[in-house]
């Protein structure tokens, strides 16, 4: 869609994209490449360099150096064309309060340029989209937190622009709200617009994306599918209680035929890891019962962005004081609570 | 070039109609603008004109009205601060930022909205006015060229506060900010009382240096007569070049309070 200057098929591409304060390395040299279409996901914890690294391709923040391109278009040189092509959500929901819904939409149509008319009827099918209809012509000060949330998304897709950026887009969100988003995301996705999300959950990054690289201080340690990245961590496991800790012995020989790595005993707890866990509870209960072993209690365990940092730094992730807003406590909001009590 | 400057227009236009629907919705801020003023006409006239002597002037009213009226229109800039400090705060900047939207219409909407909100006030402000005994004695021409005065020292002011809502942290620090600086010069001044008996450093400052007289003098020139002799450009190149100060730190500012 490009007149060209990278490779046709990246909508995103950074090489040794660098951003420095003061004293501060928030990127210390990223590279990426994002194919067009597709979903890709930024995962790191707070103060890894996220918010800096869409900041930056947002055109919001120069570069201190190296290169970026979105859209074909350089970041720095081409930033005023650049902009029509983007859409932005950011980690807080950025409408505007004192007015209705559909007031925000219209205006960011407007201040993309698309025209008064053609605003107002790209608002009301975006707010219909958004599940927003009715709430539409409320004031957002009368929004709960999901609500704002849909809306500061559709305001990032007014000019339906062929790449969108989401800093944290389901952070501080209620759990029924997260997959509403989700699945408005994936909707998108599968209409052709390159996504770039940033991320603190594995979870989010392994339903929605379909590359992802992990980032910490400012620096890509691990890059892939979430299924090469799962690889990597030693994907999911069985964990199972036992009645009695001294049932361990038959449980780890009832339990080692199913796992190709041996599973581990720790005080009166089975941990064996799967590689296809449909089908790996229902197989490992049936083995236990078999061998006597009675089970107090028996769960998958997926692989969190803990593990994946315990197994690529041998570090948990540790919350900085990062320049990049990154830092707050997810926010809840009353409204969504009283929603949810409703 | 052209569609530049179209796009800059059009853009100011969205957002200065984006701030004025707000003060429609939270008609709390309005009272700011209007039953304020009217309660300090109102004490001004009442409490303390009686003992405040302004010779040359029929009645206090006279004499008041040029001063609070300029004093009102400072203060409506206010709500720009606010304003923005706010945007900035919740993000909205970001979003304005990554647009492909004029960069100067963030400012220029807000300082534009000022304008018609000041409009408003500066009509309470006349139509109070006159209840309370004031009168206009100098030509219609006169009259039209203190309002249209009164506009641009709003509007200047609005660019003051604009710079100040950008370099504060929060919207309450606006609050405080805007306060401690603008409302004690327009007390040394001569807004509300002749500065004749002030002491004499203060005298020199509230007649002679403080912008907030020659901008007062100027209008009482032009709304009850008298020779305004060069007030009334000196009122003029005081809110042009206040303008082109404020307007450039607050652009400056903007690009880089976002960016920082």
Not at chain 2, 236 to 259: D, E
């Amino acid at each position: 869609m490009q007149r060209m200057q990278g490779s046709d098929s990246y909508a995103i591409e950074t090489e040794g994209l660098r951003k420095s304060y003061k004293d501060v390395q928030a990127l210390c040299g990223v590279d990426l490449r994002v194919e067009a279409g597709t979903v890709f996901g930024l995962l790191g914890p707070n103060g890894a360099g996220k918010t800096t690294a869409i900041r930056i391709l947002t055109t919001l923040l120069p570069p201190t150096a190296g290169i970026a391109r979105v859209a074909g278009l350089d970041v720095v040189a081409d930033a005023d064309a650049l902009r029509a092509k983007i859409g932005l959500a950011g980690q807080y929901a950025a409408v505007d309060e004192n007015l209705t819904g559909f007031e925000n939409l219209e205006m960011v149509g407007r201040l993309y340029h698309l025209g008064r008319a053609p605003s107002r009827e790209r608002a009301a099918e975006l707010l219909a989209r958004f599940d927003l209809e009715e709430a539409g012509g409320r004031l957002v000060r009368t929004y709960s937190g999901g609500m704002r949330r849909r809306l500061d998304l559709a305001a990032a897709l007014v000019a339906q622009p062929p790449v969108v950026f989401l800093d944290e887009p389901t952070t501080g969100l209620d759990p029924r709200s997260r997959i509403g988003l989700w699945e408005t995301i994936e909707d998108r996705a599968a209409r052709g617009t390159t996504v770039l999300l940033t991320t603190q959950y594995l979870d989010e990054a392994d339903r929605l994306a379909d590359g992802i690289a992990v980032l910490d201080h400012g620096r890509i340690i691990a890059e892939g599918t979430s299924d090469e990245l799962k690889r990597q961590v030693g994907g999911e496991r069985i964990e199972v209680t036992l009645e009695q800790s001294s049932q361990a012995e038959a449980a780890l020989s009832a339990l080692t035929a199913l796992c190709q790595e041996p599973p581990v005993a720790d005080d009166g707890m089975i941990r064996l890891p799967v590689r296809d866990r449909h089908g790996a509870i229902a197989e490992a209960v049936r083995r236990l019962d078999h061998a006597g072993v009675a089970v107090a209690d028996i769960a998958v365990r997926r692989p969190t962005l803990d593990d994946v940092f315990l197994t690529l730094t041998g570090r948990p992730p540790e919350p900085e004081d990062g320049e990049d807003g990154d830092g707050s406590e997810p926010e809840v909001d009353q409204r969504e609570v009283e929603e949810a009590v409703r | 070039m052209t569609e530049r400057l179209r796009y800059s227009i059009a853009d100011m236009l969205v957002l200065a109609q984006r701030s004025l629907r707000r003060i429609k919705r939270q008609p709390d801020l309005l009272t700011g603008f209007t039953i304020q003023p009217v309660m300090f006409v109102l004490l001004f006239v009442w409490v303390f004109g009686g003992a405040i002597a302004t010779p040359g002037y029929d009645d206090y009213a006279d004499f008041l009205m040029p001063g609070i009226i300029v004093q009102t229109m400072a203060f409506g800039g206010f709500v720009t601060a606010l304003g923005l400090s706010e945007d900035l705060k919740r993000g909205l900047v970001d979003r304005f930022r990554s647009l492909p939207m004029a960069r100067s219409a963030v400012l220029t909407g807000r300082t534009m909205a000022d304008l018609g909100t000041n409009a408003l006030a500066l009509v309470v402000m006349i139509v109070v006015g006159f209840i309370v005994g004031f009168s206009f004695s100098s030509s219609p021409i006169e009259v039209i060229g203190g309002i249209g005065l009164a506009l641009l020292i709003g509007y200047t002011f609005s660019w003051v506060f604009a710079w100040i809502g950008l370099i504060v942290s929060s919207p309450e620090s606006a609050n405080a900010f805007g306060f401690i600086l603008i409302f004690p010069l327009t007390f040394v001044s001569s807004a509300f009382v002749p500065p004749d008996t002030m002491p004499d450093w203060l005298q020199t400052f509230a007649a002679d240096i403080n912008p907030f007289s020659t901008m007062v003098d100027a209008e009482r020139a032009l709304f009850v007569g008298g020779p305004a002799g060069n007030d009334v450009w000196g009122a003029v190149a005081w809110c042009l070049g206040l303008i082109a100060v404020f307007g450039t730190l607050s652009v400056a500012r903007y690009r880089r309070a976002v960016a920082a």
